[in-house]
């Protein structure tokens, strides 16, 4: 999949397949509702993925969220369900990029699915960023929340991710609306974490644009508003946000694009009287584009 928005090319990358608990996946939603359109094994676990997305527009080489990396040790990787290696080094390699080859590396929020893959360690096994000649970019508050080591939040934040970009100094923090690039803009929602952000691509003059949503809708399952992950911190934020944004892609013809879904890249949304929302064109991950509707 590859969709241009302005001057801005869009590609998604593999941060790394993972399984989760279903009722971590779904929250709320009762096993009996979720398992049919998801696929759970004997211990309740649902494949998801990690996906980064890679935009350059010429001069500029972004990478949005990192995946979980290669440096998580063996009973971490089993209980997951891990890709073996580095799968968001291995994915961009795949499409010609090296690590140097990186200008800018923004996070949605920190957690370890999506920061992991910041840090690496180098041949003395030191941890050292994973992109030597990037700069780090994360939401003020969502910085402040993972280093500050916060009893109730310290497990969200592995300190393996953070500090090394720190002493580094090659992170730096951006608030909520800021234009980090021409035509890439910033947007705090909350609700997964007190900071998360998503990021919108947008051509001003034809308003064509593509919103990488993260957490507060990870797939296209969770478009419903009582689809939450049990791991967001503000719920009722998440809800309330959510719609907000949805509405809008709906009504702009935004793409969707979904950091964990493992079906489906991107879409195209519509309002709908009964389904509050139904997908229009779908990129699916084998990178077809299929025009259908349906609920999700």
């Not at 949805?246 to 702009?252: F, I």
């Amino acid at each position: 999949m590859t969709l241009t928005i302005g001057h801005w090319q869009l590609e998604p990358v593999n941060g790394g397949g993972l399984s989760i608990d279903g009722g971590a996946a779904f929250g709320v939603v009762p096993k009996s509702v979720w398992q049919t359109v998801w696929h759970s094994d004997a211990n309740n676990m649902v494949r998801f993925t990690c996906r980064c997305l890679l935009a350059r527009n010429g001069n500029t080489t972004v990478l949005i969220d990192t995946g979980y990396g290669g440096k998580y040790p063996a009973i971490d990787r089993k209980a997951y369900q891990m890709e073996s290696g580095n799968p968001v080094l291995e994915s961009l390699a795949g499409k010609g990029i090296e690590p140097n080859d990186v200008d800018c590396v923004l996070f949605t929020h920190l957690h370890f699915d999506h920061a992991g893959g910041a840090t690496v360690f180098d041949t003395n096994g030191r941890l050292v960023p994973a992109f030597p000649k990037a700069k780090y970019m994360a939401q003020i508050w969502e910085w402040e929340d993972a280093i500050l080591r916060r009893p109730e939040l310290v497990a969200a934040y592995p300190a393996d991710n953070l500090y090394p970009l720190q002493e580094n100094r090659c992170i730096a923090t951006f608030r909520d609306g800021e234009q980090l690039f021409s035509g890439l803009t910033a947007i705090r929602t909350g609700g997964h974490t007190r900071g998360h952000t998503a990021f919108l691509f947008r051509d001003a003059s034809t308003n064509e644009g593509a919103l990488f949503i993260g957490d507060v809708c990870p797939t296209a399952s969770h478009t419903r508003m009582l689809w939450n992950m049990s791991y967001d911190t503000f719920l009722l934020e998440t809800r309330r946000i959510k719609r907000h944004w949805l509405e809008q892609a709906a009504d702009n013809r935004w793409w969707l694009l979904f950091p964990h879904d493992p079906r489906m890249e991107a879409c195209q949304i519509e309002r709908h009287p009964k389904k509050e929302f139904v997908t229009t064109t779908v990129i699916k991950k084998e990178f077809s584009t299929k025009p259908q509707e349906h609920g999700l």
